[in-house]
Nanobody, 124 residues
Framework: VQLVESGGGSVQAGGSLRLSCAADGYTIRNKCLAWFRREPGKEGEGVARINTAIGSTLYADSVKGRFTISHDNAKNTVYLEMNSLKSEDTAMYYC??????????????????WGPGTQVTVSS
C-alpha cells in the first residue's frame, strides 16, 4: 500500500491550497481515510476524516468551515481543500487510511497506512 500526498507549498495567510492523496495498492472505495498534521515538536492533530462508503465527514474545530475533505473513487484519490489559511495551519500534512470502512476512531493509531507527508507553510 502506498499513499502519496501532493499539493503542499507556501502561501500567504488568507490563501488556499488543495492537497491530494493518491492511493496505490489500496482502493479508497468503502474505506475510512483522514488527514492529519504535525508541527515539529508537537503532537499530531487529526484535521479531517471521511468515510467513503457513505460520504460522512468529520473535522477538527480548528479547521471547520475552512477545510473540506472529499474523494474521487475513479481516481482513487482523497483531497483536502484548504481555504482562508492561517499561520497556525503551517505543518506537515499526512494522509492516513484504514483497511476498513468502519470509521469511528480519530487517533493516529486508528489508521493502518500513512503517506510520507507534504509541507504546508502559511506566512502572515
Amino acid at each position: 500500500v502506498q499513499l502519496v500526498e501532493s499539493g503542499g507549498g507556501s502561501v500567504q495567510a488568507g490563501g488556499s491550497l488543495r492537497l491530494s492523496c493518491a492511493a496505490d495498492g489500496y482502493t479508497i472505495r468503502n474505506k475510512c481515510l483522514a488527514w492529519f498534521r504535525r508541527e515539529p515538536g508537537k503532537e499530531g492533530e487529526g484535521v479531517a476524516r471521511i468515510n467513503t462508503a457513505i460520504g460522512s465527514t468529520l473535522y477538527a474545530d480548528s479547521v471547520k468551515g475552512r477545510f473540506t475533505i472529499s474523494h474521487d473513487n475513479a481516481k482513487n484519490t482523497v483531497y483536502l481543500e484548504m481555504n482562508s489559511l492561517k499561520s497556525e495551519d503551517t505543518a506537515m500534512y499526512y494522509c492516513a487510511a484504514r483497511s476498513s470502512s468502519i470509521c469511528i476512531g480519530t487517533s493516529e493509531d486508528y489508521y493502518n497506512h500513512w503517506g510520507p507527508g507534504t509541507q504546508v507553510t502559511v506566512s502572515s
